[in-house]
């Protein structure tokens, strides 16, 4: 299984760019990178993924290094309901199992 | 609907009981996956269906819990002789013809 390393917590300020690095050492070829949000009491909601490269939408970009060992999620101008648990996972397309969620990092935005 | 539905949204129940929760996919999803989530710990996997077979259900923690989905739509897990360290928030999603999977909000098992 594909495990991801990513900071416990991680405390900002409103109006701040934030980065959010997650280690997969054991990433496979076929595995997909991608990031959840979750704010308490909900499910997870789907951020951003990618494969290689740079992967950006109107919430999120995406930067994976050309070894594809790491991540970073970066969130540009955080405001307070930005506040949450940040997951990063890695896949294949056939999921099952292989889907393996961490602790997550948990990010504070403060005022 | 827009997107994956579950209910009941809370259940609470005595210890050795039997429960159902509902998971109503993204219609056309074909992919439906169960996790559960304790309290300040990332969701983890219990099963995965394509379609109505289980490609994989190597999650379930042991033969109490089974899971249903009879007609490639909606999805039932069914937990048996409840414990009190079943009481979770019990997750689902759905997936499409992409690799993202949509979750639904949960259901917050207490076992008391």
Known sequence: LAKTTQPISMDSYEGQEVNITCSHNNIATNDYITWYQQFPSQGPRFIIQGYKT????????????ADRKSSTLSLPRVSLSDTAVYYCLVGGPNYGQNFVFGPGTRLSVLP | ??????????????????????????????????YRQSLGQGPEFLIYFQGTGAADDSGLPNDRFFAVRPEGSVSTLKIQRTERGDSAVYLCASRGGSDTQ???????????
């Open chain 1, 54 to 65: 740079k992967v950006t939408n109107e919430v999120a970009s995406l930067f994976i290094p």
């Open chain 2, 1 to 34: 609907g827009a997107g994956v539905s579950q209910t009941p949204s809370n259940k609470v129940t005595e210890k050795g009981k039997y429960v159902e929760l509902r998971c109503d996919p993204i219609s056309g999803h074909t992919a439906l996956y169960w």
């Open chain 2, 102 to 112: 949509y979750f639904g909000p949960g259901t917050r098992l207490t076992v008391l």
